[in-house]
């Protein structure tokens, strides 16, 4: 009874579980413990099938199984495999190790690794993930010595395609190499794009390389011990721009030279992001702009600082971008206060004054009419004066940004401006070139910040305003005054720095600076807007002067744009609930 007791744990589960992994080491042995041969055959079968379940599974191809006098720099290649979810390769001083390199989950059919030991044994565990299953493949190989090291191109790799034309090249350092060479022609063999001088560095841009080419590279290292190369090729794609000035990583930039980029044949337009942070847009927002411009003033930024750029391409109906970052230099206090603001507010009024009277056509000629130009219309908008500012600020080394806003949060009763850095006030500053208009109190040597103005408006704080408004032009106020509506309501709600897109939802409402009017306004000249119960509501309406037009609720509010109406103007038809409003004026008369 007691014998009996003792072998019975022997057929519970932790028992059975022993035996799997004994046979899982040698299953051939497993049939001595066991009465039925047959079961261990089946088991001897299934654990060979079983790491792959009838998988296709990657692997290595470079270095092969067992090869000796391996370049440690060598890249290591394996195949690809349909359906793949992730490849992950370990290397190891014995089996199933990764204290050498772990690759971590990845696509790719290729790694270089750059601190494999010289004259040791590499186990390799190519590990392939499919139908949410790992399976693993083991192999070895044995590095050489330091002397059979050569360096290998990281980019682009062997056999690459879409490769970016000027995208840098770069590759492996080894150690003693006194210099590097690099070779790339049409051809194997060829020489004919490019030869490099003997070079100390890791990385290298290659000019001349074209869209959708074929290219031989020959990459090689000299060191004490001799000149060894490695042949490589690849295809390039569409590509994309690139940053000449500032160079990723380029510190101590004067932040008053523009950004300058390569040209991309094919490019349909660009875009510039600029933040203080990866992946933020706080400092500079370009929008979309002519692929023929290949040079930009970025405003915004500071000295002393650390800004990050992305620069978009796009190509083929498709956004492509390269991220960099630059850190600028840190620059001098201008030598006189009161210079410094007359020349921002003497810019101001001069932008304003680069039209034809009080029109918006701009003078041929002025850099007003370059900027309208470029954005392919005859008439400036706000933005055409806000960039406008910004660039001649610029031009005289003054830290400005363009700035956005709205009123209501529709794209019509919205505006873009212009901010200044006064480094004596250490503050930003509003300057409006649309009105002539410097928010900059004399009598105080203070000015108001765009936040400050939207503060002052939520609170109908319309003294704190009025004795900070600085007419800049010899037209005086007629600019503001002759606006659809009161400039200072557009400061309302204003975007955060770098966009351009209205906060939703409106931090602020505009509807305490409305005026709801019963309908005997009906058929009375002036500016009107409608608000909506429902966002699918619509109002027909007939003017004498526009003709028939429907209005409804744009941008996700509940106010249509606003329309000036001539006398005797009528509603065809009008939804339930609809209201005829018009706007108040508080400081611009």
Known sequence: MSSHTSRTPLLCKSGMRRYANEAWRNPFTYHLRT???????????????????????????????????????APITWSAVSGVQA????????????????????????????????????????????SNTWFYQDTTFTTGSSSSVT??????????????????FSW??????????????????????????????????????????????QLSTTSASGTRSVSTSFMTGLGMAHLTFPLNGATNVDPFVPFTWNNVPGAQKF?????????????????????????????????????YVKLWTYINNTWVATTSSYTTATQPLPS???????????????????????????????????????DGRTTAFCTEYARTLAEQLFNQRITDRVRSMSFDGTA???????????????????????????YWNSSTQSGLSIPQISADVVTSSWSAIQPNILYVTSNGAIYSHNYYMDPILLYLNPSP???????????????????????????????????????????????????????????????????????????????????ILSMNRYLYF
């Not at 290998?152 to 056999?159: D, E, K, V, W």
């Not at 410094?340 to 680069?354: D, E, K, N, P």
Request: proline share 8%; with cysteine; hydrophobic share 40%.
């Open 87 to 130: 490849y992950t390769l370990y290397l190891g001083s014995s089996v199933g190790a990764k204290n050498l390199y772990y690759s971590g989950e990845t696509l790719a059919t290729s790694v270089t690794v750059t601190n494999l030991p010289t004259n040791t044994l590499c186990y390799a565990r190519m590990w392939t993930k499919k």
């Open 412 to 438: 019509y009763e919205a505006h873009v401006t212009t901010e200044y850095w006064d480094p004596f006030l250490n503050q930003w500053i509003a300057a409006d070139p649309t009105f002539g208009v410097a």
């Open 336 to 374: 006189s206060a009161a210079t410094f603001r007359s020349t921002v507010q003497q810019q101001t009024g001069a932008v304003r004054l680069m039209t034809q009277g009080f029109t918006n056509t701009p003078i041929p000629g002025t850099p007003l009419a370059v900027v309208v130009a470029q």
């Open 35 to 73: 009465p039925n041969f047959l079961l261990a055959l089946l088991i001897f079968v299934f654990l060979c099938v079983s790491p792959v379940h009838g998988q296709t599974i990657a692997t290595i191809i470079t270095p092969a199984n067992g090869a000796v006098n391996v370049n440690p720099g």
């Open 271 to 307: 875009y510039i992001y600029v933040g203080d942070a990866p992946g933020v847009v706080n400092v500079y927002n370009s929008g979309e702009f002519s692929p023929a411009l290949l040079s930009r003033a970025v405003t915004g930024v500071l000295g002393g600082k650390t800004y």
């Open 172 to 217: 492996t350092a080894v150690a003693g190499a006194t210099s590097y060479g690099l070779i790339v022609g049409t051809s194997s063999g060829a020489s004919d794009v490019y030869v490099s001088p003997a070079l100390t560095t890791t990385s290298l841009t290659v000019p001349g390389l074209k869209q959708n080419t074929a290219y031989f590279v």
């Open 151 to 168: 360096a290998q191109l990281t980019y682009p790799t062997n056999g690459a395609t879409n490769v970016d034309p000027w995208n840098p």
């Open 497 to 579: 720095p770098g966009s351009s897109v209205a906060p939703v939802p409106l931090p602020n409402s505009p509807a305490p600076y409305l005026k709801v009017n019963s309908s005997t306004v009906v058929g009375t000249s002036g500016t009107w807007l409608f608000s909506f119960a429902n966002q699918a509501d619509k109002v027909t309406i007939s003017d004498p002067s526009r003709g028939t037009m429907t209005l409804g609720p744009l941008s996700g509010t509940i106010y249509s744009q606003a329309v000036t109406l001539a006398s005797g103007w009528t509603i065809t038809s009008q939804p339930s609930g609809m209201q």
